[in-house]
């Protein structure tokens, strides 16, 4: 885990000791253990604009690495990365939790460290002497996958759990999922604590790139857009993001534990390995070639044809900001167990008004699609002539 410490950089290996980078050092300089700091902690975060840098999972006793307890907190006097003895002088501290096995995650949000266990919800918040922070449980049966698994905007977090998607908006909500069962029976128990929740703010989304079952790097993603309670998923894999803000797009890396590609400065003894860089949100092309874009809707029925078929006898397309041909399929299956059957796919120009078909089944599904260079859309409403039909 690494953070802020004004301009420089606090390092902290799972673990293992916290490390200082100092930027004004150059590049040339390689980060220094901290003085006095814990020798052995899980991850590390420095707190508001009180400034304390705040072990998780650290030593009870400082440079006694066999006193790591997994639940214990200790932070550093304020303003002081070096100082973590308390004394009446100082504000340095530490705090034992108690639900939960192990610290998981920690992030700041509005006035207080919000901090995850791998089953509870905890606040820590500054109250001043003697105690400098205090602790609030806000949630039980409700941790943490991993330590990146965690969102936070505009003073609500989002997180994913072993099993389920997590919301605290003041209160912990579990969130609503359609894609849960699509998620958690296919990711990798072993894997799922490298997780990383990332903010497309632009879009109001919350992304979670995790491993599927059998794969030990990160291979999809599923997505929350949390304006609209709408689900969506995808085989996109990133290990880290960053949100636009410093930029004006989103960057994102990619990790590849078998690749050789030259890297941009040499890396002296690194024979497979590499990480890429992506600018996310930017174009509509992957470097030149088509992005290939889609999406799928769930099947849908109209009620009043109860037993009956439904028949389709066209649709009109409603596309805003279209550049280039769209196809359009009509996916039908006579019951849910059953084999689909496609009608199309549809081209539609930007031109098209309508598009006459013969389709029918009991229940439907739409997908859209395109793969050609510079094509862009955006879907509106969709609207077609559906009416009851029989098997003839």
């Not at 690494?2 to 916290?18: K, R, V, Y």
């Not at 089944?361 to 509106?380: E, F, H, N």
Request: glycine share 8%.
């Amino acid at each position: 885990s690494i953070d802020n410490w004004g301009e420089d950089a606090l390092c902290q290996f799972l673990n293992g000791s916290l490390y200082y980078w100092d930027t004004s050092a150059g590049t040339g300089t390689v980060a220094a253990v901290v003085s006095n700091a814990p020798t052995t902690s899980r991850f590390v975060l420095v707190s508001g604009t009180d400034r304390h840098v705040i072990c998780f999972g650290t030593e009870t006793t400082i440079a006694s690495a066999t006193t790591q307890d997994d639940m214990f907190i200790r932070w550093s006097d304020q303003e002081d990365h070096t100082d973590w003895t308390p004394t009446s002088t100082n504000t340095a501290g530490s705090q034992r939790l108690t639900d939960g096995s192990r610290l998981i995650s920690a992030v700041r949000s509005r006035g207080a460290v919000l901090i995850w266990s791998d089953t509870a919800l905890y606040q820590m918040q500054l109250i001043g002497a003697p105690f400098t922070f205090g602790f609030q449980q806000l949630g039980s049966a409700c941790g943490s996958c991993g330590l990146h698994a965690v969102a936070e905007s505009n003073g609500r977090s989002y997180w994913m759990g072993t099993d389920s998607f997590f919301v605290f908006d003041g209160s912990v909500q579990k969130i609503p999922c359609t894609v849960e069962d699509y998620v958690f029976k296919d990711i990798d128990e072993a894997s799922q604590k490298d997780t990383f929740a990332s903010l497309n703010s632009e879009f109001n989304e919350v992304i979670w790139f995790y491993p599927s079952n059998g794969s030990s790097t990160i291979d999809r993603c599923v997505t929350y857009n949390y304006q609209e309670n709408v689900w969506s998923i995808g085989s996109l894999p990133r290990t880290s993001w960053a949100d636009k803000g410093v930029y004006k797009f989103p960057y994102a890396t990619s990790y590849s534990p078998t690749d050789t590609t030259s890297t941009i400065s040499t890396i002296n003894g690194l024979t497979a390995g590499r990480t890429f860089m992506y600018a996310q949100e930017n174009g509509n092309n992957a470097e030149g070639s088509a992005l290939a874009s889609h999406i799928t809707s769930g099947d849908f029925v109209i009620p009043q044809s109860g037993e009956k078929l439904m028949s389709i006898k066209k649709f009109i397309p409603d596309f805003k900001n279209q550049n280039g041909d769209v196809n359009v399929e009509l996916n039908f299956k006579l019951y849910p167990a059953s084999t689909a059957v496609t009608q199309g796919p549809y081209t539609v120009s930007t031109t098209t008004t309508k598009v006459d078909t013969r389709a029918r089944g009991r229940q439907a599904s739409l997908k859209i699609s395109t793969s050609a260079v510079d094509a862009t859309w955006r879907y509106g409403t969709y609207r077609a002539d559906v009416q009851p039909d029989g098997m003839r």
